[in-house]
């Protein structure tokens, strides 16, 4: 892949800030539960792994893998390409995506959870795209909201690229 000009749109040092924070908000609301944290591959993993670490308390991890997203525009397809390994119901579940855009991969993913019975769901996103919302989504807790533009990096990718950078960024050119 060629090249691209990369300007940073989220620090470093403001991600981990909000991290921190949500994770201790977290771990103040659950503390003491039976928590499952599911993360949803592959974009959340990095946001994932930083927030479980920020959490005081112990808890189980699940992955969920689905793709939903073509280039640089949300196709609207929700394909699951990878399932939970247990149940979780009864569970405390936090559900964490790395973003949500136009809200349809985290309503399909919100649907889905609830129907197998946990005892809570609760919903962080790092980042939310409110313009770009096409379904109405709430969410428990948003580390940040972000105009309509594309970002990559902290887990997010532009073509499989970009995923381990440690910070948010604004791809300049897509050819
Ligand atoms: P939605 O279903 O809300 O439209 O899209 C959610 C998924 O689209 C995210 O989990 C993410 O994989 C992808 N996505 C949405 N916006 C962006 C973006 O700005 N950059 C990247 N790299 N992926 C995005």
Redesign the pocket.
């Known amino acids: 892949m060629e090249t691209m000009k990369l300007s940073t749109y989220i620090s470093e040092a403001d991600i981990q800030k909000k991290v921190k924070d949500l994770g201790q908000t977290l771990s103040q609301k659950l503390k003491g539960r039976d928590v499952v944290a599911i993360c949803?591959l592959k974009?959340s993993f990095v946001f994932f792994s930083d927030l479980i670490r920020s959490m005081d308390m112990d808890l189980q991890v699940e992955f969920f893998g689905v793709s939903?997203?073509q280039g640089t525009t949300?196709s609207g397809e929700?394909k699951v390409t990878l399932d939970l390994t247990h149940p979780i119901e009864g569970k405390d579940v936090i559900l964490v995506?790395?973003?949500?855009?136009?809200?349809?991969?985290?309503n399909y993913l919100k649907n889905a959870l609830l129907s197998r019975m946990p005892r809570s769901l609760t919903t962080v996103a790092l980042l939310e795209?409110p313009e770009?919302l096409k379904v109405p989504c709430e969410l428990d807790y948003v580390g940040f909201k972000i105009p309509n533009?594309?970002?990559?990096g902290y887990g997010?990718?532009?073509q499989g690229h970009y995923r381990n950078l440690p910070y948010i960024a604004q791809v300049q050119n897509f050819n």
């Open positions: 949803v974009g939903s997203y949300s929700v995506e790395d973003i949500v855009d136009t809200g349809l991969t985290m795209k770009a533009d594309f970002v990559v997010l990718d532009y």
